[in-house]
């Protein structure tokens, strides 16, 4: 999908609402420098993720994958002065080079990776009773995807904010006796999402200079709701 309409697309809007400047560009340069894949989220999406920041006063956000620090990049200039987000990442060269994106991008003092299991990090959060995130960007490997979404509802508030990237993976999602486990992850977490009492949820199609994918976007209720 790169030189079709949807991705000229992508690029006008991006040139109108979502420009990258040099630090994000060399991020995107020092993944294929370090031959780690380009699986970052589009500037698009690093806007998007602003957006919904802004809209629900994110102060603290947890992003779980890291890659390269790019949609981390995004989302932490978007916190105030004193906000914080927490990054995931299992792999430790990944993580170094989000480390040095970040610096460069001025970044540091409002972000912190940790290398590690998502999972393990999640659990620890929640023993710990870390102070509620208002955004968790869910966005590591995909056959978890159900487990990391019912952790990050644990580590949020009412109003809270859950984003989940690769959910609909070219529609291969329709394949219901598919034995890839990547989109047998996000088929059984996009099912959970049908009874999930605890979140109002929906999942928008995402076309462009990317893959043809999705994200889930889900708040949690109120106790009332
Ligand atoms: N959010 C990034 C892209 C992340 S790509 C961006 O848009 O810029 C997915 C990342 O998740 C990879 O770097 C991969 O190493 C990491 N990952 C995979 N499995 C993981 C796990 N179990 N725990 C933490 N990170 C994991
Ligand atoms: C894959 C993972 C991603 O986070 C992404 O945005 C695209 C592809 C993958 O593991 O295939
Ligand atoms: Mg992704």
Redesign the pocket.
Known sequence: MNSDIFSQVDNYISSLLAPEDAVLKATISSLDVANFPQ???SANQGKFLQVMMILCGAKRVL??????????IWMARALPENGKLIT????AA?GELARQNIERAGLSNKVEVKIG???DILQTLIAEKAEPFDLIFI???KPPYTEYFEHAISLSRPGSVIICDNVIREGKVLEATTQDEKVKGVQRLNESLKNNKLVTATILQTVGVKEYDGMVVAVVNRNDH
Do not use: P, R, W
Request: hydrophobic share 40%.
């Open positions: 699986m970052s989220v992003e779980l994958g890291t890659l390269g620090g790019y949609s981390t995931v990442e299992i792999d990944h299991q998502a999972m966005d590591a490997d």
